[in-house]
Structure formats: structure tokens, C-alpha cells
Nanobody
């Protein structure tokens, strides 16, 4: 069983919005802070947003004010709401624990921002 499955990516025009979802195994979700990461072509993977078990949120500066992270503990699902998307947001987006667990990296979901 895959412990984390991302979905919701796609092609969107600059200024548009997307909502990413990550279905997480309950055991993992209930005891871990979770994060959304992204990796753009030719760049290292970076953490863009994290949320603790209790809901404490940290957003990376480059997406602050545009992205928000949330978790539904009843559905074991992590969300990333992305608004006012820019071309530089183009990347593969992943969810994982924070700090990340190496064996939990999945396929991610591609987000492409282009006109």
C-alpha cells in the first residue's frame, strides 16, 4: 500500500489556482507534521509549506500570501491551495512528513503554469 498519494496537479495559466490533495495513511498522518515540497527542473527539492499535527503552519517566503496548507484529520488528507500562480511555481509537487521520510517519496503531481 502506497502511504502517500498526491493528486490535483495540471496545466494552469498564470494567475490561476489549483488545489493539491494528498491522501495519507492514517497511522502516518496522525503522528507527523506534514509538508508540501516541490522540485522544479534543474533545481533541488524544497519545502514550500508545512503543518504540524496541531495545525501550526509555516509557509516559505516565495509563496507566502499565495499558497495555503491545511489538513483534514478526519479524512487523513493534506491540501495545498495555490492561488495567483506564477510560471516559477512550475514543478513536481510532493507531500511527505516533515522532516521528510525517504521511503515515502511518491510520484508527485506535476504543476505547470503557462499561458
Amino acid at each position: 500500500q502506497v502511504p502517500l498519494v498526491e493528486s490535483g496537479g495540471g496545466l494552469v495559466q498564470p494567475g490561476g489556482s489549483l488545489r493539491l490533495s494528498c491522501a495519507v495513511s492514517g497511522r502516518i498522518f496522525s503522528i507527523n507534521a506534514m509538508g508540501w515540497y516541490r522540485q522544479a527542473p534543474g533545481k533541488e527539492r524544497e519545502l514550500v509549506a508545512r503543518i504540524s499535527v496541531s495545525g501550526w503552519i509555516t509557509i516559505e517566503d516565495s509563496v507566502k500570501g499565495r499558497f495555503s496548507i491545511s489538513r483534514d484529520n478526519t479524512k487523513n488528507t493534506l491540501y495545498l491551495q495555490m492561488n495567483s500562480l506564477k510560471s516559477e511555481d512550475t514543478a513536481v509537487y510532493y507531500c511527505n512528513t516533515d522532516p521528510p521520510t525517504s521511503q515515502f517519496w511518491g510520484q508527485g503531481t506535476q504543476v505547470t503554469v503557462s499561458s
